[in-house]
C-alpha cells in the first residue's frame, strides 16, 4: 500500500471504530429487496430515537433518496469533510449518503471497479456521520464467473 492508502485506511479505522453496531446488506442480484429492507430498517430504528448512518452504494439503483424523498437534496463539504443528508425524525435522527447524490438526473454514468471503489472508500473515510448507533451499508455485489 501506498501512503496515500494507509491515510485513507486509517481515516476509515477511525471513523468505523466510533459506530457501534454496522450492518451491510448485500446481494449479487438486483431487485431483491435491499433498498425496501433498508430504508426500511434504517426508519424503523431511527424512530425508536436511534442515530442511524445508511450509506447507499448500489451503483446500479440507488434509490435510498427517492424511497425517503430526498432525491433534490445533496451532500455539502465543509471542512474537507462530506456532510449527509438529515432527516430528523420526532425521536430519532437517519443520516443519508448515496451515489445518487453525486450524480446529474437523467444522466448515464459507467462505473467501474476502480472507481466504485474509490467512491466507497471516500463514503466511509470521509463522510463526517458523528455519533452512530447504527450504520447500515446496502450494496450490489458483483461477481464474475466464467462459464
Not at 462530506?82 to 435522527?93: F, N, T
Request: charged share 20%; net charge positive; glycine share 10%.
Amino acid at each position: 500500500m501506498d501512503q496515500k492508502q494507509v491515510e485513507v485506511r486509517k481515516r476509515i479505522d477511525e471513523r468505523m471504530a466510533k459506530i457501534k453496531h454496522k450492518v451491510v446488506i448485500l446481494s449479487n442480484k438486483g431487485g431483491v429487496g435491499k433498498t425496501t429492507v433498508s430504508v426500511n430498517l434504517a426508519m424503523g430504528i431511527a424512530l425508536k430515537g436511534y442515530s442511524v448512518g445508511l450509506m447507499d452504494a448500489d451503483f446500479h439503483g440507488p434509490n435510498v433518496p427517492k424511497m425517503l424523498g430526498l432525491k433534490e437534496q445533496g451532500m455539502a463539504v465543509n471542512s474537507g469533510e462530506m456532510v449527509p443528508v438529515s432527516m430528523p425524525l420526532d425521536s430519532g435522527l437517519l443520516k443519508v449518503v448515496s451515489v445518487a447524490f453525486l450524480t446529474e438526473k437523467n444522466s448515464a454514468i459507467v462505473w467501474r471497479g476502480m472507481f466504485k471503489m474509490s467512491i466507497i472508500n471516500q463514503f466511509l473515510a470521509d463522510v463526517r456521520w458523528g455519533g452512530l448507533i447504527i450504520y447500515l451499508w446496502i450494496c450490489l455485489l458483483e461477481l464474475r464467473m466464467n462459464p
